[in-house]
């Protein structure tokens, strides 16, 4: 899985790179199917920024966090992202286990 990781009022440093990179790496052993992931950092006065974005199964999932620290917000998007992704398997696994219902109708009911 290929992580791009871009900074709004930050240097991104080697820390916050592998910082990244091992939250992540849990998903992606969990979900294979996932090929990159964009993140973007952004900095304001006294609150770090998170959000990461990536396509799964055709759709687009994206998630937010937000704390003091950085890497509190790293932890959280990760939480949120594979919440995200288990919450989307499950939608395609519904979709994929319907049955269909055959209409029933009342043929055999009208003969007078």
């Known amino acids: ?9 930050v240097e991104i440093t080697e820390g916050i790179k592998q910082s990244i990179e091992n939250k992540f790496a849990k ?5 294979p199917s996932i090929m990159t ?6 900095v304001e006065p006294h609150l770090q920024k998170l959000e990461v974005t990536t396509l799964y199964e055709g759709e687009k999932v994206t998630v937010n966090a937000s ?7 790293i932890a959280k998007v990760a939480k949120k992202l ?8 499950g ?11 055959v209409p ?9």
């Open 1 to 9: 899985m290929k992580i791009k990781i871009s900074g709004h009022h």
């Open 27 to 31: 998903i992606s052993k969990h979900y």
């Open 37 to 42: 992931l964009n993140s973007t950092i952004t």
């Open 67 to 73: 704390d003091k620290q950085l890497y509190v917000a």
């Open 82 to 89: 594979q919440s995200a992704l288990a919450h989307r398997k």
């Open 91 to 101: 939608v395609l696994s519904a979709k994929f286990n319907d049955k269909f219902v």
């Open 104 to 112: 029933q109708t009342d043929l055999y009911h009208t003969a007078p």
